[in-house]
């Protein structure tokens, strides 16, 4: 297990130090403002010497727009069940643009923590922790990447390389290798309400000894589809319903999970908005953490969720 993890850190260092320079000239190429041209000289009125120069260093220039290069990624929220059995659950989740670009093609290096906390025990102890690097890259069919146009159509494909792991050693050492494709398709109107359906299909590779039964419990894809609205207007602000799907590969009906979550953002006039979602979870099935990828459960948990609008989340 721990030189699989070395490897694999190994793979994710030389990958960025190979793409990180990537970045210096996407910016070279996109943030440049080209130089004002030099005024005409006006007949019979002599220009000293360097005057030119002086009066182009002295014109106005465009500021450079700045690029997003650490952007959220799946949801992040915070979020407590109501007894010992159903504890408090976290997420974060970010990714890092190492090739900044206007166009249509992104590289990106994303980190995700799960967590369960345990606070509603006398030492509140963390039950366990996932974390998940990923290397990525997507393809965005609109403009702006974040802007989609009114209508229908595919949002975006992706390509990646997933590595889950629950950071123990021993006979709790959970871990989980993907490689995988993800296509979205959307309509949205004018006014940012939506309709998303998204779809991933992932193969294993390196199964660990400790779980290479995974996929009967966890199968090969999740289907995701949501439907909300990021116009942030009206007595219903900003909102999001979204149902998560899996269905493992053992011929019972029951063995696969079933995530729904939902998120509200208050909006009151041009007076006060509050800026994190109000989140609820249920969760029911097998696979909500690595360490219980055989073991089914049913949780219901409500807090704050910080995702920001759904062209960037996952």
Known sequence: MSTRLGSLKL???AAA??????????????GTTPASPAPSPTPGVSVPAGAAAATD???PRLPKTDLDLLTLYKDNYFLTGFNAATEVKFQFS???????NRGPHAVYFAVTQRSLWDVYRASQPFRENNYEPELLYTYYHVPGRYDPLAGCGFFLERLGFLHSSDGLGGDTSRGWN??????????YNAARNYILANLVLWASLLPEHNNENITQYQGYGELSLSVGSDSGQGALGDWDFTSHGRKGTLRRLDVGSVEIDVRWRPHYGNLIRFT?????????GYGETLLNYNHSLTAVRVGI??????????
């Open 94 to 100: 970010a990714k890092f643009d190492i090739w900044p």
């Open 305 to 314: 969720g910080f995702t920001d609008s759904s062209t960037r989340s996952e």
């Open 276 to 284: 994190p979602y109000l989140y609820a979870q249920i969760f029911t």
């Open 57 to 59: 260093l002295s014109a």
């Open 178 to 187: 993907r490689a995988y494709g993800e296509s979205r398709f959307a309509c």
């Open 17 to 30: 130090l190979v793409l990180l320079p990537m970045r210096a000239l996407a910016q070279d190429s996109v």
């Open 11 to 13: 793979l994710f260092l």
